[in-house]
């Protein structure tokens, strides 16, 4: 019985040590470590107009094509706002792209927003965002984020850096 407790506790070592190498390897393996400055100094690229690329100088863009219903809208819980960009990815290892609807300044009550794969090369991908109950809530900002490919670790993304981030002003009421 102890050598089966001794074997398992090697396996569980051997396990922890992998992970801590493969997360520590991943830091920085694709690239700088950027952090954002939205003032427009010596970091990413930060818009608030309609149809401008958001990028960062390390090899990630993407321009909004488009936005149906078109801004301003009034929509149900749970009904989507479905938004088509462009992308270009040039960074080696990819990147990862969210749209997320934000009120006031915050990431929005019950938001509904769709998962991002790793992206490289150039394309068109459409993604879905919503708000699926509360209290009236408007979405006064699409927050579009970059981050680098990172690390998926048991399912859970791990290791991930921004790169950059912009937000694109609309106006979306979500009722009940």
């Known amino acids: 019985m102890r050598h089966i407790a001794v074997k398992a506790i090697q396996k569980f070592a051997l396990i922890f040590l992998l992970v801590a190498i493969l997360v520590s390897c991943s830091k920085g393996d694709d690239g700088p470590n950027l952090s954002n400055d939205i003032s427009g100094n010596n970091g990413p690229t930060t818009n608030t107009a309609n149809n401008n690329p958001t990028s960062d100088p390390s090899g990630a863009s993407i321009t909004i094509k488009s936005m149906e219903p078109a801004s301003p809208a009034t929509l149900k819980f749970g009904d989507s706002i479905t938004i088509t960009y462009d992308y270009n990815v ?4 990819g990147a990862r792209i969210w749209i997320q609807p934000f009120a006031n300044g915050d990431l929005a009550p019950s938001s509904i927003y769709s998962l991002s794969p790793v992206y490289k ?23 579009t984020q970059i981050n680098t490919a990172g690390l998926i670790l048991l399912g859970v993304l791990t290791a991930s850096d921004k790169l950059s981030e912009s937000f694109e002003d609309v106006d979306y009421m979500f009722v009940d």
């Open 90 to 93: 040039t960074r080696s290892l």
């Open 121 to 143: 090369g150039t394309g068109t991908q459409t993604v879905y965002v919503s708000v699926s109950e509360g209290d009236t809530t408007v979405v006064d900002q699409l927050k």
